[in-house]
């Protein structure tokens, strides 16, 4: 049976942007495990299933996709000690640890975003990246054209900071451009809040993932090049020494 969330849940996240505090929480955190955190793991197992055919290198245990609902307030003006959606994110497995381009997936009750790409990435791959674009703009614009033009997804660019300027190394009048001064790349789609509710959930959501996979695929790539070409460099310097 399809996985879908209940009024309670979106009842505790109004709550909860209303009530952010411990004592709020903790009062009612059955309420949590029960009615968001469980059809959550659910969620995220049926939508692995599914990425299985599409998209394997990104399937992981449901607890290590779901994202805590705690927020960092370590260096945060904003003390609020939870966040008042629920998320996951779907890296591909090796880049657990960095970024990497994965998939995105945010629960409130005013809506479900449903995403994926790069977003801020270490200082390697942000640089193996930009050379990435550099080179291969023609060919990221055109995956990207093909994107944004699928029928009824209501797919769309996500909204990224850039530079006013091009990076150092670049010269200035790169056909790149715009995709060579970008911190992050990547997409999204939004459905309405009332979507958690439905038991097409799982659809609606796989079935944008699948179309946004070519992009996620072709960013790793340019990551996993850098990585490849260290790797052979390392290598031959390796031989020189021996040989």
């Known amino acids: 049976m ?41 969620l995220i197992e049926e939508i692995n299933a599914s990425m299985i055919d599409f998209a394997p290198e990104h399937v992981r245990p449901p607890h290590k ?26 890296s591909r497995r090796g880049m657990e640890k960095t970024s990497g381009g994965g998939f995105y997936l945010q629960i409130s009750p005013q809506q479900v975003m449903i995403a994926a790409g790069v977003y ?26 093909k994107l944004l033009k699928s029928r009824g997804a209501g797919i769309e660019l996500s909204e990224s900071e850039a530079l006013t300027r091009m990076p ?40 944008r993932f699948r179309l946004m996979t070519p992009m996620v695929d072709t960013l790793n790539d340019a990551i996993l090049y850098r990585d490849e070409d260290a790797a052979s460099r390392a290598s031959m310097s390796t031989s020189k020494r021996f040989f």
Request: charged content about 30%; aromatic content about 12%; hydrophobic content about 40%.
């Open 2 to 42: 399809p996985t879908q969330f209940t009024p309670e849940a979106m009842k505790f996240l109004r709550g909860l942007a209303r009530n952010n505090d411990r004592e709020w929480f903790e009062a009612r955190r059955s309420t949590y495990e029960r009615a968001l955190k469980a059809p959550m793991l659910a």
């Open 65 to 90: 996709v779901a994202m805590r609902i705690y927020r960092d307030i370590r260096f945060s003006p904003n003390k609020q000690p939870y966040k008042t959606h629920l998320s996951a994110w779907w």
């Open 120 to 145: 801020m990435p270490e200082r390697e791959q942000l640089l193996a990246l930009r050379r990435w674009m550099s080179a291969h703009h023609e060919s990221y614009r055109a995956t990207l054209k």
């Open 168 to 207: 150092k190394g670049f010269d200035r009048d790169d056909p790149a451009d715009e995709l060579v001064r970008a911190k992050s790349w990547g997409v999204r789609a939004w459905l309405p809040g009332e979507a958690a509710l439905e038991p097409t959930l799982t659809r609606e959501i796989v079935r």
